[in-house]
């Protein structure tokens, strides 16, 4: 049990370092995915479309929800930019910062994600067989337009018996393959630009504005999880008094069967002082109200 606690108050101590994991996880477990799916182009002019998109669009929303789903502080962040003003006022600088740091690490596995399907090019060139201007390609010259559709929507099942001999096949396929990958690369490589102007460009900004947004965002964040232990806590005291109240008749009997209750007063005293004199239900559910309506203002010279 101590271990287990250890690794939870280590989760809780390095929140950012735990969700900079996850964020890791899920854009290996992204690649993983891809390479163990079977894709399979229906090879027809009005699904290949669909099918190819979907397949690079489809993903990289769930693994985005996901993303949103694991971080805690996507919670923290709305909980906070909802709730009313009350005694405390709201930092929107505050909510913006988290806000960003939220996008960009639930961002990550669905951009690698579309990089590496861009990259292999198979969904490209399902959905956009059919798109391709005809005369570019030899093989296509001495056909209808209604074949020429019929073949270029089938030009990603290779095995197909219209393809196995058509010699512009793998011409249309490497073309589109070719433009997945430039347009893979180049989305690669304006990420990578981006980071690197953000990294370094960083200083030249307002770095005070950006030290209290970050200070701030982690302090809210870690007030929620105080107030929740606290909470847990009080809720363990006072279902322990409510119990001990209800089996006041059976005493006897419980401390014949060895189950080790304190005597008469005993404990009592430091239990009343961490339930802080809230001993009812309505106490408690006003006191949470209040929490919610009219959080105390940041200044502990109040207390």
Same mark, same amino acid.
């Given at each position: 049990?101590?271990?287990?606690?250890?690794?939870?108050?280590?989760?809780?101590?390095?929140? +950012?370092?735990?969700?900079?994991?996850?964020?890791?996880?899920?854009?290996? *477990?992204?690649?993983?995915?891809?390479?163990?799916?079977?894709?399979?182009?229906?090879?027809?002019?009005?699904?290949? =479309?669909?099918?190819?998109?979907?397949?690079?669009?489809?993903?990289?929303? *769930?693994?985005?929800?996901?993303?949103?789903?694991?971080?805690?502080?996507?919670?923290?962040?709305?909980?906070?930019?909802?709730?009313?003003?009350?005694?405390?006022?709201?930092?929107?600088?505050?909510?913006?910062?988290?806000?960003?740091?939220?996008?960009?690490? *639930?961002?990550? /596995?669905?951009?690698?994600?579309?990089?590496?399907?861009?990259?292999?090019?198979?969904?490209?060139?399902?959905?956009?067989?059919?798109?391709?201007?005809?005369?570019?390609?030899?093989?296509? *010259?001495?056909?209808?337009?209604?074949?020429?559709?019929?073949?270029? /929507?089938?030009?990603?099942?290779?095995?197909?018996?219209? =393809?196995?001999?058509?010699? &512009?096949?793998?011409?249309?396929?490497?073309?589109?393959?070719?433009?997945?990958?430039?347009?893979?690369?180049?989305?690669?490589?304006?990420?990578?630009? /981006?980071?690197?102007?953000?990294?370094?460009?960083?200083?030249?900004?307002?770095?005070?504005?950006?030290?209290?947004?970050?200070?701030?965002?982690?302090?809210?964040?870690? +007030?929620?999880?105080?107030?929740? +232990?606290?909470?847990?806590?009080? &809720?363990?005291?006072?279902?322990?008094?409510?119990?001990?109240?209800?089996?006041?008749? =059976?005493?006897? +009997?419980?401390?014949?069967? &060895?189950?080790?209750?304190?005597?008469?007063?005993?404990?009592? !005293?430091? !239990?009343?002082?961490?339930?802080?004199?809230?001993?009812?239900?309505?106490?408690?559910?006003?006191?949470?109200? =209040?929490?919610?309506?009219?959080?105390?203002?940041?200044?502990?010279?109040?207390?």
């Amino acid at each position: 049990m101590d271990h287990f606690r250890m690794i939870f108050q280590y989760f809780q101590s390095n929140s +950012e370092s735990v969700m900079n994991g996850i964020c890791g996880l899920l854009a290996l *477990a992204s690649v993983k995915m891809y390479t163990c799916f079977d894709f399979s182009c229906p090879c027809l002019p009005q699904y290949n =479309m669909a099918y190819g998109l979907g397949i690079m669009f489809v993903p990289p929303v *769930a693994l985005f929800l996901c993303g949103l789903i694991l971080n805690r502080q996507s919670l923290v962040m709305l909980e906070e930019w909802r709730r009313p003003r009350g005694r405390r006022k709201k930092d929107l600088a505050v909510i913006r910062y988290m806000c960003s740091s939220i996008m960009q690490r *639930a961002m990550v /596995a669905p951009v690698v994600w579309i990089i590496v399907t861009l990259l292999d090019g198979k969904c490209l060139i399902c959905a956009f067989s059919s798109s391709v201007d005809p005369e570019k390609f030899v093989g296509f *010259a001495n056909t209808s337009p209604m074949q020429v559709q019929q073949l270029l /929507a089938k030009v990603p099942c290779k095995d197909d018996e219209l =393809m196995r001999n058509n010699t &512009s096949r793998k011409a249309v396929s490497r073309y589109l393959r070719c433009w997945s990958q430039a347009l893979g690369w180049s989305i690669l490589l304006i990420l990578i630009i /981006a980071a690197f102007l953000a990294r370094w460009l960083r200083p030249c900004f307002n770095q005070a504005t950006l030290l209290q947004a970050r200070h701030w965002s982690n302090y809210i964040d870690i +007030e929620q999880k105080i107030f929740e +232990e606290t909470c847990c806590e009080h &809720s363990r005291l006072f279902a322990h008094k409510c119990i001990l109240h209800f089996f006041e008749s =059976m005493r006897q +009997e419980i401390k014949l069967h &060895s189950f080790g209750l304190p005597r008469e007063g005993e404990g009592a !005293e430091g !239990e009343e002082d961490l339930l802080r004199g809230i001993t009812d239900q309505d106490q408690v559910n006003k006191l949470l109200k =209040m929490w919610y309506y009219e959080k105390p203002p940041l200044d502990v010279n109040q207390v």
